[in-house]
């Protein structure tokens, strides 16, 4: 199984927004709407903030949203705030119970 | 709260065994399908097993089938992860996450570190 491809970094300023890639193949993302994505600061767990592409688990900020198209699927967090920096990954379903991730993107708000 | 807690890791030579333990709270255990997700140093996430609540549906990524083994024990609301045959690139911290909704892993533990090496 493919790793999904996700930009090794990202950054913006506090206040500013930023979008993060995932980009996958007609036989994952492409295929399904089972998108999630997780924030990891330094040697902590994952924390799912969007799930089934777009959804938001209760006490994830709206600054949070996901979206896709195509074969990309994409995180954009709004309003940026310092608490942000932190990696995230993308994951997705890819058939035959299988789940494949990205490789993560290092957030750093500057 | 939902909790996770994973332990069982530690350091081992290539070939060698290792079991790790997985122990929940804090919900419905043997209503929930239970993953192992590993992490080696400095990467990404890649998912690695995962058990569904009766333990009838069991399934493995390709790099470990035949090595590793999980399995669960709904009246000590654990799982495990049987690892065997273990190589260097298994290195990595495993966590045990919790099935969410889409195919999303909605609760994670804090994870226990796996070093394969001589």
């Known amino acids: 199984q493919s790793a999904l491809t996700q930009p090794p970094s990202a950054s913006g300023s506090p206040g500013q927004s930023v979008t993060i890639s995932c980009t996958g193949t007609?036989?994952?993302?492409?295929?399904?709407?089972?998108v999630s994505w997780y924030q990891q600061h330094p040697g902590k767990a994952p924390k799912l903030m969007i799930y089934e592409v777009s959804k938001r688990p209760s006490g994830v900020p709206d600054r949070f949203s996901g979206s896709k198209s195509g074969n990309t699927a994409s995180l954009t967090v709004s309003g940026l705030q310092a608490e942000d920096e932190a990696d995230y990954h993308c994951?997705?379903?890819?058939?035959?119970?299988?789940?494949?991730f990205g490789g993560g993107t290092k957030l750093t708000v500057l | 709260e939902v909790q996770l807690v994973e332990s069982g890791g530690g350091l081992v030579k290539p070939g060698g065994s290792l079991r790790l333990s997985c122990a929940a709270s804090?919900?419905?255990?043997?209503?929930?399908?239970i993953n192992w997700v590993r992490q080696a140093p400095g990467k990404g996430l890649q998912w690695v097993s995962s058990?569904?609540?009766?333990?009838?549906?069991?399934y493995y990524a390709d790099s470990v089938k035949g090595r590793f083994t999980i399995s669960r024990d709904n009246a000590k609301n654990s799982a495990y992860l049987q690892m065997n045959s273990l190589r260097v690139e298994d290195t990595a911290v495993y966590f045990c996450?919790?099935?969410?909704?889409?195919?999303?892993?909605?609760?994670w533990g804090q994870g226990t570190l796996v070093t394969v090496s001589s």
């Open positions: 804090g919900f419905s255990f043997s209503t929930y399908s």
């Open positions: 996450a919790r099935d969410g909704a889409g195919w999303s892993r909605d609760y």
């Open positions: 994951s997705s379903y890819a058939g035959s119970n299988n789940l494949v």
């Open positions: 058990i569904n609540s009766r333990s009838n549906y069991i």
């Open positions: 007609s036989s994952d993302v492409g295929a399904y709407k089972y």
